[in-house]
């Protein structure tokens, strides 16, 4: 079974970005489709992004806006999470997983293996 550990969170500035990383061991991320997932305090834990087998990417919620975009490195089993313009409602733990299937979804129940989440604070 995959294991994931993301990194790359942190305390930043708004407009400021960051680029988390999921970082994978004991399977190779090539064969799944992997979502981000953020859950901010108080708030469910919502899909945010995802990047097929074939890697396409479908973008939800607050991605729709250009802010959020998707990447592999294969040879470092790891997918890349680059977010713009950080604004203060951006705050929250943002967690890797990988997809039961081939393909995306945004629902929590469609992935299989989760990451322990790293924190991103947007604040001035």
């Known amino acids: 079974q995959v294991q994931l550990v993301e990194s790359g969170g942190g305390l930043v500035q708004p407009g400021e970005s960051l680029r988390l990383s999921c970082t994978a061991s004991?399977?190779?991320?090539?064969?799944?489709?992997v979502g981000w997932f953020r859950q901010a305090p108080g708030k469910e834990r919502e899909g945010v992004i995802c990047?097929?087998?074939?890697?396409?990417?479908?973008y939800y919620g607050d991605a729709k806006n250009g802010r959020f975009t998707i990447s592999r490195d294969k040879d470092k089993n790891t997918v890349y999470l680059q977010i713009n313009s950080l604004k203060p409602e951006d705050t929250a733990v943002y967690y890797c997983?990988?997809?039961?299937?081939?393909?995306?979804?945004?629902?929590?129940?469609?992935?299989?293996?989760w990451g322990q989440g790293t924190q991103v604070t947007v604040s001035s």
């Open positions: 997983a990988t997809a039961l299937h081939p393909y995306c979804s945004g629902r929590r129940v469609d992935f299989g293996s």
């Open positions: 990047i097929t087998v074939s890697d396409g990417r479908t």
């Open positions: 004991g399977s190779t991320l090539d064969n799944y489709a």
